[in-house]
C-alpha cells in the first residue's frame, strides 16, 4: 500500500528538498507515496504563534511546549492510514540503521517530529508514546532535516521508487559490506587506469574483483560491520588473499 508520511515541522518548506528533487520528487509526482505536514504554531495557546518557553529550572534557550505537539501529532494520528509509526527525531534516539528502515518501510504511515530550539518538552514524547530515533551522533539545529534523511531511505525500499529496483538488491549494507568501487568512461583519466579485469568482459572474475574490494574495504574502514559475520567460503578464501596481499589500492 502507498506510504503516507506526515511531518510535524515549524519549517515545512524545508521539505521541498525531498519533495522536489530527485527519486522521491518524481515517485510523489507518480503517486507512490504521499506527504502532508501539521504546522504545531497553528495549536499554540495564543494568537502570535508561539509554542516554546523557557526551561523549568534554567539554562540557556527555550523548550517547545507539549501542548501544541501533543494537539498536531493527535490531528496526524487522526489522518493516518494503516499500521502507523510514531517518530521523534533527536540525538537522544537509538541510531537509525538499514535494519531499522527495512522495518519502518513496513508501515503504512509515518509520523515523523521535528523538534526545533534546544528540545522539546519531554511529556510530550511520553504522553504521545513516539519512539525517538537518531541519525547519528551529532547535533543539527533541528529534527527537518534526520526526518528527511529517514524519510528519504524508506522510500528507497518501497517497490518502483527507484525505477530499476535491482539497485536496491546490490547495494551497501543489504549484503553487510561496503559497496565495491565504480568505474565509467573515460578508461584513462591523469594517468589513472580503469582495473582491467571489468574491461575483460570476464563476469565470473568480475564479480570475484567486486566481493574481494568491498571485503577488503570493509575489513579497512569498517571492521565493526563485520564483526559476528559468518563469512561464505568464497569470503574467507578472499579474505585470506587480501591478508596475503596487505594493501588495498583504494584505501
Ligand atoms: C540545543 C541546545 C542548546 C543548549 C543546551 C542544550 C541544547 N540541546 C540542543 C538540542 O539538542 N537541540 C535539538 C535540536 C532539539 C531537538 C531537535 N534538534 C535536533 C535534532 N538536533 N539534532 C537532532 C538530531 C536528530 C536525529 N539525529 C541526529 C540529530
Redesign the pocket.
Known sequence: MKMHVQVISIFPQMFAALCDYGVTGRALKKGLWCFSSINPRDFADNQLGYIDDRPFGG???MV?QAGPLLAAYREAQKQAVGPVRGIY?????QI?TQRKIQELAQASSLILV???????DERFIELSGVEE???????????E???M?LIDSVLRLVPEVLGDSQSVVQESFVNGLLDYPQYTRPEHLEKQSVPSVLLSGNHQAIKKWRLKMALSRTLHRRPDLLEGRQYKPEESCLLQEIDQERQDVSI
Do not use: N
Request: net charge negative; charged share 10%; proline share 9%.
Open positions: 539554562g540557556p534557550g517547545m527525531l533527536s540525538p537522544q534516539g537509525l521535528c523538534g526545533r530550539y534546544e528540545g522539546v530515533i537518531s541519525v547519528g551522533d551529532f547535533v543539527v539545529s533541528g529534527g532535516l534526520p526526518a534523511l
